[in-house]
């Protein structure tokens, strides 16, 4: 099967959770189909010519991406389109002309639409089935209605339905979603019901096979945080955490450290006590490993945390709040341990460091949770067959 896929994130280097779900997608499609990815990038170090991806499809052609400038000409002109601003202002002419070319040129069985930056370009598709990967409703549906600001309260719930407009045509013109958990499922059921039957959940998951052999030995009392500041829900989580909640773990811990991996993106933290930050590493599971905590304290924002993921399947202990687990199959107190206020997550967070028995348990049935349900090889299958379906 011929399958041209789009991707609003150039899937290598694999430095954040989207990238590496398209990654692993690609990976897991090169083998059974012949795929042709048609991508978006924004870092000058990505490359069309990486082998990593070149090994997994036939062709490979990139676009530079154009921030969303929320005050720009064509972002205040989106004011008065039916389409949201940021799609209206990020429409890119040249990655239209590249899907028109390839889909006149070759005939494709599948089009592969991957998050609603490339689903937005349905009417390029022609008559080719299209599946629409990584439906997201999560961020905007929670953020609009649980901001305490009224004035943003207001302009984000404006949003939210202009966006949840757009979707209802948008929908119909896809033979099936994708979502990545049961939550953002449930989401597009409740308003979008029509398309109840079109929807299917492949979760997030990692290549247990990529995380085996790290047998190193956890540094005493050390954190770790991965997740790139320019993806808001990161660098409001690290602004709640080192503000209320790590001076009570460092109350009680004084040689506490927390490490924060990913792109800062020149923003500021409440306090800089004990804390490092490490920017984009090129051996992030070591980092991981060698770490006595992994914590994902966020907020907001939809989807499955593959930061995670990647925790359990490494070995190291995660505690985390409700929002940080949301979308997975994990039970607070047996896989990890679940907070949502300030003093009980740093409580959490020391039981953890000071307890190897709790620790080695946690990291223990979480290493086997990922293993029965979020390793690709898992999970993969089902994916296939969804395509196969579509495309017939």
């Known amino acids: 099967m011929k399958i041209l896929f789009l991707s609003r994130w150039f899937p290598y280097p694999a430095n954040n959770g989207s990238k590496l779900r398209v990654y692993n997608l690609l990976r897991g499609l090169s083998q059974h189909h012949d795929v042709t990815l048609l991508s978006f990038t924004d870092q000058p170090q990505a490359s069309q010519e990486a082998s990593e991806i070149r090994s997994l499809c036939r062709d490979v052609q990139v676009v530079p991406w154009r921030e969303f400038n929320p005050r720009g000409w064509r ?88 966006l949840r407009s757009y979707l209802s045509r948008l929908l119909s013109r896809f033979r099936a979603c994708v979502v990545a958990s049961e939550q953002e499922r449930q989401l597009i059921v409740e308003n ?6 079109q929807i299917e959940v492949i979760s997030n998951c990692v290549n247990i096979g990529d995380y085996q052999g790290l047998n190193l030995a956890s540094k005493p009392n050390s954190l770790i945080f991965s997740g790139s500041f320019r993806y808001l829900a990161n660098y409001e989580a690290m602004q709640w955490f080192v503000r209320d909640a790590y001076p009570l773990i460092l109350r009680k811990i004084p040689e506490a450290c927390l490490t924060i991996t990913g792109d800062h993106a020149n923003l500021p933290l409440p306090s800089d006590q004990n804390i ?117």
């Not at 040249?94 to 689903?119: C, F, H, N, P, W």
């Not at 390029?124 to 004035?151: C, H, N, R, W």
């Not at 505690?319 to 107190?333: C, R």
Request: aromatic share 8%.
């Open 276 to 392: 490092s930050l490490a920017g984009y590493v090129d051996d992030i599971k070591s980092l991981i490993a060698s770490s006595s905590v992994s914590i994902a304290p966020l907020r907001s924002g939809g989807g499955t945390r593959l930061k995670i993921l990647e925790a359990m399947a490494i070995g190291t202990a995660v505690v985390s709040t409700s929002k940080g687990a949301e979308g997975l199959d994990v039970q607070n107190g047996k896989h990890l341990l679940v907070a949502d206020d300030p003093e009980k997550f740093a409580d959490c967070v020391v039981k953890v460091l000071q307890d190897d028995d709790i620790r080695q348990q946690l990291a223990g049935n979480a290493g086997k949770l990922v293993r029965e349900k979020y390793d690709w090889l898992v999970v993969m299958p089902r994916f296939l067959k969804l395509l196969e379906t579509v495309a017939a």
């Open 192 to 197: 979008f019901p029509a398309y109840k039957n």
């Open 75 to 162: 972002s205040l002109l989106g004011f008065l389109s039916v389409k949201p601003r940021s799609i209206v202002d990020t429409f890119s002419p040249e990655m239209a002309r590249k899907i028109t070319q390839q889909l006149t040129g070759e005939v494709y069985d599948l089009v592969v639409a991957s998050q609603l930056t490339m689903a937005a370009y349905f009417t390029y598709f022609k008559d080719v089935p299209a599946v629409f990967e990584e439906v997201e409703l999560g961020l905007s549906d929670d953020t609009a209605f649980e901001s305490v600001d009224i004035k943003k309260r207001i302009r984000l719930t404006l949003t939210w339905f202009k």
